[in-house]
Nanobody, 124 residues
């Protein structure tokens, strides 16, 4: 079992930056593919970015490509989402997720463990 705890959300003006962190429990973090998802009110929970266990492969949704960067520190059992040039459309609850099996996937159903979420609000 893996427990995920997100932090770093908050209120920021458009054009600003935030860095989200997700701390994972357990000794097998380095084997998991990790993902960041977000869900705005009334919308589906969608992939934002994902990173393979070895950091060799990453994925970013078209809507955040060039602005958001996912990274991980396996020694600290932590995955990060650096968000730059934030826009009001980025306002959502951001969730961290872990996938037990090998492979970079971008669908919600491909992930096994979820954090409780952290709110990001971007004002115009």
């Amino acid at each position: 079992q893996v427990q995920l705890v997100e932090s770093g959300g908050g209120l920021v003006q458009a054009g600003g930056s935030l860095r989200l962190s997700c701390a994972a429990s357990g000794r097998t973090f380095s084997y998991y593919t990790m993902g960041w998802f977000r869900q705005a009110p009334g919308k589906e929970r969608d992939i934002v970015a994902a990173i393979s266990a070895s950091s060799g492969s990453t994925y970013a949704a078209d809507s955040v490509k060039g602005r958001f960067t996912i990274s991980r520190d396996n020694a600290k059992n932590t995955v990060y989402l650096q968000m730059n040039s934030l826009k009001p459309d980025d306002t959502a609850v951001y969730y961290c997720a872990a996938r037990r099996e090998y492979g970079l996937v971008v669908t919600r159903t491909g992930y096994d463990y979820w954090g409780q979420g952290t709110q990001v609000t971007v004002s115009s």
